[in-house]
């Protein structure tokens, strides 16, 4: 008898071993925990940090606005590259695999000028973004997601902010957020149907020379722009953050700001709340701030950094698990050019779980983050002439 169950336990721990050898590999995805501040990944679903350089060689200036992750653990980037004459480029997309290898890039040339200045996914597993095509043009494309061209559209005579400001709406149409190209410029926002046609323009009446930097869609089919409110005559700037109704319309603003100049630079949606992102002057040169709010602009938390360098925020996304991730420079001074890659990973409430820097040298101003598929951080940005993309860990690791 002792033998009989001892030869069916045998069997059935043989039979487990041949179903794990032969099944699929696990699949990477996002159900993570945190543990001390540090996000953990279940078994079998690690994540492989890279980096790479997009035409080491520096045959063309390159630079990055946008990261897009791919259901693949690889990511989009949307740039443009000038090949010769640097002022003549080509709004670019490059795709990369999840160990950093380019799959394919697509080149788009609208005139003498051609560039990218914001994008999406959209929720149809296409993609769409937005830039200025020459003669100052602003050009809004609908991509397949091999880049193929399904529609253009043309937005007129609009200076647009090189950040994030295209925002896919819940019937599939698209907000483009700019600005006025006159001398008392004046922020504004476009809403356009799924195929591109304008639906409807409104100039915000805030101060001369205001941009808005990020828009997003509120449960209420209106909208929430972050904007920055100049007062030339105190040399000073706040946040502010305006919300309008379905048509455009402002319902209310709020102000949020400190001594000094505050500077907006990116807006998500956590559930019924949004954060607002930026910097601003404090002690040490520039501060890293966030402002998290109701639907009605309440305040409900704010972060400030108050390290002893310059920090400043250009980007960020929030995580799936709830985490907000945000990406901008560390630098010497305010007026420094040069220093490193700041990555921030904050959690709800405004708890700072972890912050790393990475690279040193000469930077663009516009470095952007995603959260890839498996759970890791994209990031790209520019350094000379060469637009760089990386993957790293959850926890930054690279």
Not at 74 to 79: A, Q, S, V
Not at 168 to 183: I, M
Request: glycine content about 12%; overall charge negative; proline content about 5%.
């Amino acid at each position: 008898m002792l033998t009989r169950i001892l030869a069916a336990f045998v069997a059935v721990l043989t039979l487990a071993a041949l179903l794990a050898c032969s099944s699929d590999p696990p699949v990477a995805h996002n159900d993570h925990t945190e543990i001390n501040g540090e996000v953990v990944h279940p078994p079998g679903t690690p994540v492989r940090p890279w980096s790479t350089i997009v035409d080491p060689a520096a045959t063309g200036t390159y630079t990055s606005r946008v990261v897009i992750p791919t259901k693949d653990n690889g990511c989009l980037m949307m740039g443009a590259v000038a090949i010769g004459d640097p002022m003549a480029s080509d709004a670019l997309v490059i795709k990369f695999d999840s160990r950093g290898g380019i799959e394919w890039r697509r080149e788009y040339d609208g005139g003498w000028y051609d560039n990218v200045h914001a994008g999406c996914a959209t929720a149809d597993g296409n993609l769409a973004m937005v830039g200025i095509t020459s003669p100052s043009r602003q050009n809004l494309r609908k991509l397949t997601a091999n880049g193929d061209v399904l529609w253009e559209s043309d937005l007129g005579n609009l200076f647009l902010n090189s950040n994030n400001v295209l925002t896919e709406t819940t019937d599939g149409g698209f907000v483009v957020v700019g600005r006025y190209p006159s001398v008392n410029a004046r922020p504004k926002i476009i809403r356009t149907d799924k195929s591109g046609n304008v639906l409807w323009s409104k100039t915000l009446q805030v101060s001369d020379h205001s941009d808005i930097r990020a828009v997003v869609e509120t449960s209420d089919g209106g909208f929430l722009c972050a904007s920055v409110r100049n007062r030339f005559d105190h040399m000073a700037a706040d946040m502010l953050l305006i919300k309008t109704d379905s048509d455009g319309n402002p319902a209310w603003q709020r102000e949020f700001g400190r001594v000094g100049v505050d500077v907006p630079m990116a807006l998500v949606r956590v559930n019924d709340s949004y954060v607002m992102a930026g910097w601003g002057v404090g002690t040490g040169g520039y501060d890293i701030i966030l402002y998290a709010v109701d639907a009605s602009g309440t305040l409900l938390w704010e972060y400030q950094d108050h390290s002893p360098t310059t920090t400043d925020c250009a980007d960020m996304c929030l995580a799936e698990n709830g985490d907000l991730l945000l990406v901008g420079r560390q630098m010497p001074g305010v007026c420094g050019g040069t220093g490193n890659i700041l990555v921030s990973r904050i959690a709800r409430g405004g708890r700072l779980l972890w912050q790393k820097t990475y690279d040193q040298g000469q930077f663009g101003y516009y470095p952007a983050i995603a959260e890839a598929a498996d759970g890791g951080i994209l990031v790209t940005y520019d350094k000379g002439p060469r637009a760089h993309v990386m993957k790293l860990g959850p926890n930054g690791e690279l």
